[in-house]
């Protein structure tokens, strides 16, 4: 493989998954209805940052940084749990999930992710800023992405809860 190069996408991505990361890990000083907002906005942000991410080649090596749980996330209070459909396209159930656990799996896999990008952005190492836009594009078509959109739906309607006051 070639020099990998910086991309405005990943870039943009970076900017979106950093805001993403600082708001769960700051959350812990907001009240719920703000917790809420911002959770949506950063959340839909990263998302939409996302679908900009083009296809990488994976990279030779993978790194697997260990990165510290997030202690302070203070979920979202009688509004965590709410009706999921597993996949949009199949005929099943719904089954009951935990925004807050949502959110904090998408946090652990942007976050891993991030550690790795930004040691390669303070150094320069282009192979490392690679390697986190491999990651970044190949688990949202696996994993956060579909984490993303379920948690949004769920932000969504607690936020619609908390507004008419049905909370």
Known sequence: MG????????????????????????????????????????LANLYSAGLFLREEAPPEERLHPQIEELRNFPGFDELTLFWQVQDAHEWSAPVVASLSELIVGIYRDVKRALVIFDKGYATG??????????????????TWGNRAVDALR????????LHSRQV
Not at 24 to 36: A, F, K, M
């Open 154 to 161: 769920g932000l969504h309607s607690a936020m619609n809860k």
């Open 3 to 42: 020099e990998w190069t910086l991309t405005p996408e990943v870039a943009n991505f970076a900017d979106n998954a950093r805001r993403f990361c600082e708001f769960c890990e700051e959350s812990h000083t907001l009240e719920l209805g703000e917790r809420l907002l911002r959770g949506a906005i950063s």
């Open 125 to 142: 190492d282009s192979l490392l800023m690679h390697q986190a836009a491999w990651d970044w594009q190949y688990h949202m078509e696996r």
